[in-house]
C-alpha cells in the first residue's frame, strides 16, 4: 500500500446506505449537523458487525469505548428521503485508541455530503484506556490490507 | 374483507425494517419510548413510497400533512442493534383525515414490542384541513383491498 | 375533588417552560410530532424533581419504571425558539401503574399546541410490575390534593 | 487583547445550563456524543439572542448560514439529569465565515466534559457564500472585546 497515495485519496473497502428520515431534518429544510454523526455511527456499527467485531448490544463486543474526538466537515446539504452512502475505513488504530475515517455521499447525484472521523479509547469500567484487544486489531488490519500494523 | 375480524385482528399487507441505533437507546439500556414514533415514521414514508405517494423530499407527494394525534401501547423493550420489523396498515380514510395503524416486532424474538397509530390531517398553506385526494383514497383502498371506500 | 370537573378542566399546580431547539424542528418547518414526547419526558423529571422524586441519574429514585402507553394530540404547531409552557399533572395511581397528564401552550400566543398523557408502570429488575411506593403515593395525592388517594 | 494567551486560555464572556434529557443519552448509559452537537446548538443560539442577532424563527436573524465544519474532543461522561455549562465565544469572523469555540462543564462537579469549534458560512438562497454582515460583526467585536477587528 503507498502510504502516501492512501492519505491523498483514502480507500475504502466499506458502505453502508441510509435515508434521511425526517426527525433527522431541521427547519432549514436540510439534515442537522449533528445528526450526521448518528449516520457515522450506523455506518461504524455496520463496518464492525461485517468483520465480526460487534455481537449483541454492545457496539464492539470485546471491550467498552468511548469517542474521545469527533469531526465532520460538510460539503453540501441532504434532504428529507434521499439516500446516503457512508464510507467508512479504519485509519489507525494506535495502543489504546483508533481513529474510523468516513465519507458521506449523495447516492443518487454523486456529491460529497460530508467527511470527518471519529477517534475511540477502548475503556475498562472506570473509563481508564485499555490496550485495543490483539484479535480487533488484526481482523481490522486483515480487512484493510494493513501489510504489517504496529501500534 | 370480514371487517369485524380485521378489526380484531388486523391485516398487515406491508411491513419494513429497522435496527436499533445507539441514539435510540437512553440510559435505561433500552429505545426511548418517544424515539418509536421516528420508526414509524419511517414505516409510514415506506408504506407511501410503496404505493408511489411519496416521491421527493415530501413526506405525502400530493399534499401536505399534520398529525393530529399520535399513540403507542409499549408491550416489551428494544436494546441495541436489534432489529424490529414495523407493521403497517391505512385504519381509516375520512374527508380530511386518514389513520395508519402499526404493529412493531422484535425480528429475532417474534414478541410484540409496540402497537399504536397516527391521525393526520391533509392541510393547506394555512394549516388549514383539506379534502384528502381522490387518487390518494383509491391508491390505498385497492392496496388494502378495501371492497368500497367512503369518506 | 370533584372528579366531574376534574375530567372536564383538569387542574395544573405545575408547569416548565422550554424552547425548541433547531433539532427539534424538521423540514415540515415545525416541530417533529414525535419530539413532544421529549418534552413531556422533560416536563415529568421537572414535577418529579420538584416533589423530590427524581434524584441523580434515575428519572424515578425509588423504582425503575417503563412507559406502557403514550398519547397526544396536536392542535397547532411550534417552530424555532418558541417558548412553550408545560403543564403537568398526575392523573391517577393505580397498584402498579400512573398516568401523567400533560398540556402543553405557545407561551406568547397563549394557544394550547398539544394535549396528551403517558402511562407508566413500576417494574423491578426483570420487567415484572411491582406496586408503586406508598411514598410515591403519598407525596403526589398531597401535592395534586386528592383527598384520599385509593389505588 | 493579547492574541498568544487568547489561543492558550480563551475568554469566556458568556455561558448557557443545560440538563441531560433521558432521550440524550443512550444505552451506554452517558450522553451520546453526537448530541453534545445539540447543546451546542442551544448554547450559540442563546449567545446570539443575548446579543440581539437571533430574533424570530431564525438561527441568525441577518443572513442564512450552513455548518461547514463541527468538532468535539470528549474529556469525560455526563449522564442523565446532570447539569452542564456551556461557555461559548466566537474565534474568528473571516469574510464570509464565523467561528465559535465551546466549553462544556459538569456544574457540581466543575470538570471540563468537552471543548471544540463550529465554523459557520453566511449563504444566500443558492448556498453561495455572502459576506457576513457588518452589524453581525460589529456587534460580536464589541461583546468579544476585539480592539479591531479585520475580515
Not at 463496518?47 to 453540501?76: M, R, W
Not at 456529491?111 to 469500567?125: E, F, N, W
Amino acid at each position: 500500500m503507498n502510504t502516501r497515495n492512501a492519505e491523498c485519496t483514502p480507500v475504502y473497502n466499506f458502505n453502508t446506505e441510509i435515508r434521511v428520515r425526517l426527525p433527522e431534518t431541521d427547519a432549514m429544510g436540510v439534515v442537522f449537523h449533528g445528526n450526521y454523526f448518528t449516520y457515522l455511527e450506523v455506518g461504524r456499527v455496520d463496518y464492525l458487525t461485517n468483520l465480526g467485531l460487534c455481537e449483541g448490544n454492545q457496539p464492539i463486543s470485546e471491550f467498552q469505548n468511548v469517542v474521545v474526538s469527533a469531526h465532520l466537515d460538510f460539503k453540501s446539504p441532504a434532504r428529507l428521503n434521499e439516500k446516503l452512502i457512508i464510507d467508512i475505513r479504519t485509519r489507525k488504530i494506535k495502543k489504546a485508541s483508533f481513529t474510523f475515517e468516513f465519507r458521506i455521499r449523495h447516492k443518487s447525484e454523486n456529491r460529497l455530503v460530508a467527511t470527518g472521523y471519529t477517534t475511540h479509547c477502548a475503556i475498562d469500567d472506570q473509563y481508564r484506556p485499555i490496550p485495543v484487544s490483539d484479535h480487533f486489531r488484526k481482523v481490522i488490519a486483515a480487512f484493510e490490507g494493513w501489510a504489517t500494523q504496529k501500534p
